[in-house]
């Protein structure tokens, strides 16, 4: 059974699309599709003061803080993402104590940056670059992370569906901070089962990581293919791009492949890892002073802000075969978020990855017809 795209712009409809394809000649199809546009918030009353909450304190361990926004209650976001609040202990791998809470996930406007080197945070700048990428689209979500003398206070949002059996995520995001602080973007059932779109504060600005789990093998040892370093395409006459930027970041969880593309250019495969187990998705802004985050200085703040989050999916719920009545493309849902109509009738299709010979055989047809 599929659903029906429900934008944040209550204006945009979509009906009949019975399969969604992450882009118009890919062979992936997925039942189910999601498409939440942050963008589209600014005349919202809820919108009205988009001034970022306090910064948590060092009393602020409880991680019971209220929600920053309606919009994060019940309703079409709040109905899908969920605010975590567990918490996680210090040990000998990751010394900080960590604390999730709802006070550092909140929507906020381009303006409000102008303001945040005022609260300490001098590292970071409205560039040109960043003034030109959100002008048109001044309001976007959220996450971030800071550190105190005693935890590190940090936030994860995570999908209510628990059934996710491949997916296409895309998101556009940028990440600012100090070193010490992680931006992952990834499914996951266990430690083991873990797919991941990862930035870190303490890498180049260019290097996004790449990541499938396990790491580590049981003795502790690193496993050099689970995790790969990728470069961010270049923007202008830039020599490399940049996490600080707008950049649009997507992972393909396919039977036996993981796929990572960065503005919509292709740029890993991997076999390695590929989970295998129905898994939830989850946005998490994140330290514990351990090895792979790296040690935030006391007073560090980190953020990650996303403009959309855009998913096709399939469950285990969802039949393994089934009919392609009309196949919609989600490729441009970020300019126009009504998915587009790629195809007529296929008949019976097998949901997930079809062959590149019948996708051939069906968009030749295709053609043809019209």
Known sequence: MCTAVTPLDPNSTVTGCSCYQPAKNDPALFLNHQFFDFRTLANQSFASNLTPPALI??????????????????????????????NKSASPGSPIRMHNSQ??????????????????AAWLTVSSSVAR?????????????????????TSNLE????????????????????????????????????????????DDRSIMRATNQPGVDPEGTVIPEASTQVVI????????????????????WLPGRSEWFIN?????????????????????????GGAWTGNMSVGGLAT???????????????????????????????TDPVPQVAGAKMGA???????????GAFWTGFALFF
């Open 103 to 120: 006070q550092n996930i909140y929507l906020s406007e381009w303006l409000a940056l102008l303001f945040i080197p005022l609260l300490g």
């Open 159 to 202: 999908t209510l569906e628990t059934d996710f059996l491949h997916a296409s995520i895309r998101v556009r995001a940028r990440v600012s901070g100090p070193p010490g602080a992680c931006a992952g973007i990834f499914t996951y059932y266990s430690d083991d089962q873990e797919s991941d779109i990862e930035i870190l504060t303490r």
């Open 264 to 288: 919509g250019v292709s740029k890993l495969n991997k076999t390695y890892g590929v989970p295998t187990e129905a898994s939830n998705f989850q946005i998490r802004m994140w330290s514990d």
């Open 233 to 252: 395409p270049a923007r202008g006459s830039e020599a490399n791009g940049s996490w600080t930027d707008w950049n649009e970041y997507q992972l393909d």
């Open 133 to 153: 990428d959100t002008l048109d689209s001044p309001v976007h979500l959220t996450l971030r992370t800071n550190r105190l003398t005693s935890f590190q206070s």
């Open 57 to 86: 304190d060092n009393s602020q361990d409880d991680t019971f803080e209220p929600l920053t926004s309606p919009f994060f209650g019940k309703g079409f976001f709040g109905d899908y993402f969920a605010p975590a609040s567990w």
């Open 349 to 359: 299709a097998r949901i997930g990855v079809l062959s590149a010979s019948v996708l």
């Open 304 to 334: 990650l802000d996303l403009e959309w989050i855009d998913i096709v999916y399939n469950t285990t719920r969802d039949a393994p075969e089934g009919s392609c009545e009309k196949v919609c493309t989600v490729e441009n849902v970020a």
